[in-house]
């Protein structure tokens, strides 16, 4: 039973790294099919190694980091191109970082599913509070809903190791605060944009909703 499991899981997320907005923005973490097979470490694993290296995930990295260099976010990044490589690199690190421990790591620990499920039923206020509760509360291996240790503790996790390579005067709790507040309010506006707009743009899998 556990094999034909992981073979099922290994179907499913062979589906949902072909998932993308536009044909152009992954949406790997958007699963479909409300009764999916949970998946197996080897598959947390996978996923988390899709979204990292995705050419999508570096030039979102690029983005943000022009938009800290035009307005000298973090001074104590140096000016010109060396500037700004830090600055990227750090945007880079944050992401890879991040989605290794909250999508991965720490999913495999716990025993949680990483992905979102979409809903598609109910009222839209129905469909809006089960996004955003979903930041803080995921489907366990076991199908049943529980706390989302993964994606809190590892947010904040993230942030603390990303005072290892920012400037020293940016450097501390803030840093880590920050980080984690940015990343938290980020997943809960992806998650509507999952609920609300992603099934309408984007090339996803044939399964349906709940």
């Known amino acids: 039973v556990s094999g034909n ?37 080897k598959q947390k694993f996978e996923l988390a190694y899709h979204a990292m290296t995705d050419p999508m995930a570096f030039a979102g990295a690029g983005v943000l980091a022009a938009y800290e260099h035009l307005n000298q976010v973090y001074p104590a990044y140096e000016y010109g191109f060396e500037g700004y490589n830090h600055r990227f690199w750090a945007e880079y690190g944050n992401d890879a970082i991040s989605r290794m421990i ?18 598609g039923t109910g009222s839209v206020r129905q469909r809006a509070q089960y996004a955003i509760v979903s930041v803080v509360v995921c489907r366990g291996d076991n199908g049943k809903r529980q706390f989302n240790f993964s994606r809190i503790l590892g947010t904040f996790a993230a942030g603390a190791i990303s005072n290892l390579y920012y400037p020293s005067a940016n450097r501390g709790a803030s840093l880590v605060l920050t980080t984690g507040l940015i ?19 984007s090339n996803q899998s044939k399964n349906g909703g709940n």
């Open 183 to 201: 990343q938290t309010a980020g997943n809960i506006g992806n998650n509507l944009m999952r609920e609300f707009l992603y099934k309408r743009i």
């Open 102 to 119: 909250t999508s991965a790591a720490l999913p495999s620990l716990f025993h949680q599913d990483p992905r979102y499920f979409y809903k």
């Open 5 to 41: 499991r992981d073979v099922i899981a290994e179907e499913e997320i062979q589906v949902e790294i072909q998932q993308r907005v536009l044909g152009v923005f992954p949406n790997f973490y958007t699963s479909y099919d409300w009764n999916a097979s949970p998946l197996g470490k």
